[in-house]
């Protein structure tokens, strides 16, 4: 995914101070794999996580092939990494 947008996979706790997340609780509660595709800007001081409004439109069209990627594997995550998921 991370080859369509640009961006660098990193777990959350390696940006900044995290000490939980939706998807920590996601896979506690009910084991639900999750991603958050972090978007524009890319750290505090450039902006924080709070876009001006004229580029929310590119920004998320960023992600578009991300996230079809992503859907393409939703039947099976594990198929990603070539491991074999029940009934494929």
């Known amino acids: ?10 777990q959350s706790s390696h940006l900044y101070i ?3 997340s939706i998807g920590d609780w996601m896979w506690a509660r009910h084991h639900i794999w ?6 524009y800007p890319t750290s505090l001081t450039r902006g924080g996580f709070y876009p001006p409004a004229n580029v929310i ?5 960023r992600n578009d092939a991300a996230v079809d990627l992503l859907l393409s594997y ?3 995550v594990l198929r990603i990494i ?3 998921c029940a009934g494929h």
């Open 1 to 10: 995914m991370a080859a369509t947008d640009g961006y660098t996979p990193e």
């Open 18 to 20: 995290n000490d939980g």
């Open 34 to 39: 999750s991603y958050t595709l972090e978007m």
């Open 74 to 76: 939703a039947d099976c």
């Open 57 to 61: 439109e590119r920004e998320t069209a």
């Open 82 to 84: 070539d491991a074999h």
